[in-house]
């Protein structure tokens, strides 16, 4: 009876899988279905240590929808601590879907005819890939007196309100998101993912004698004043 069990366990576990691409059946197939509920995408860029992100709406919605749809990919397995992504030299775009019954997926591109996708934890090869059609928002550069506006939304603040400025992702581990603004200050946002609060959003005094940024002081935007700490530096 047990041995009759896990049989049946294993053909469902391949069914499943064998249902991918498809946009409906039983126990919700492994797929990249963005479904006719979904109005909004959040999307993260990865490239070259650089994180972009921002959010596609309308018809930018109707062109994934429809490149999602038209995928053909098999279950690929990698082995250990083989799989794919931006330290490799390629560059990943995450698309999280927060309407819907799927959490969303990742689309790596390693070459033009080297791609995969990473769906709930499983890895499969592309068989006809192509760039997604989206549009990379042009960033801005971080000012201070962006900063000092953004720091009046206190612990409210999150993630996504900087996400249309320029930044290097400088962290191991952690996210830490750094934002340049000028010969004296930068910020550098921390948190252990881009979904949760951030852990610290810190505005940093350059340290004049280092190039190690936690050597210079700083504050955390939300809970301290920026005016006096600049005036401290003068």
């Known amino acids: ?3 009759l069990m896990a049989f049946v366990l294993s053909l469902s576990f391949v069914l499943v899988l064998a249902s991918c ?27 070259s240590g650089k994180s972009t992100q921002w959010t596609a709406e309308g018809e930018d919605v109707e062109s994934l929808r429809d490149w999602a749809a038209k995928l053909e990919y098999e279950l690929f397995e990698f082995e250990e601590g083989q799989s794919p992504g931006d330290s490799d030299g390629g560059e990943v775009y995450d698309f999280v879907l927060t309407e819907g019954g799927y959490p969303g997926f990742s689309y790596v591109i390693n070459g033009t005819e080297d791609c995969y996708l990473l769906i709930e934890g499983y890895w499969f090869s592309v068989k006809n890939p192509s760039e997604p059609p989206v549009m990379e928002p042009h960033e801005e550069q971080l000012s201070l007196a962006e900063v000092r506006q953004l720091a009046e939304k206190g612990e409210d603040l999150s993630w996504d309100d900087f996400g249309q400025y320029k930044h290097e992702d400088i962290g191991s581990g952690l996210h830490v998101f750094l934002y340049d603004i000028d010969e004296n200050y930068c ?5 252990g993912d881009t979904q949760s609060a951030p852990l610290y959003i810190r505005l940093v005094f350059k340290a004049s004698n280092s190039n190690f940024i936690d050597d210079g002081e700083y504050i955390d935007i939300r809970t301290e ?4 700490f600049i005036n401290s530096q003068k």
């Open 225 to 228: 004043s920026i005016e006096d």
């Open 1 to 3: 009876m047990k041995r």
């Open 187 to 191: 910020l550098l946002i921390g948190g």
């Open 21 to 47: 691409n498809q946009k409906s059946g039983p126990g919700r197939p492994i797929t990249t279905y963005i479904g006719d509920s979904v109005n909004t995408v959040d999307i993260t860029h990865h490239i």
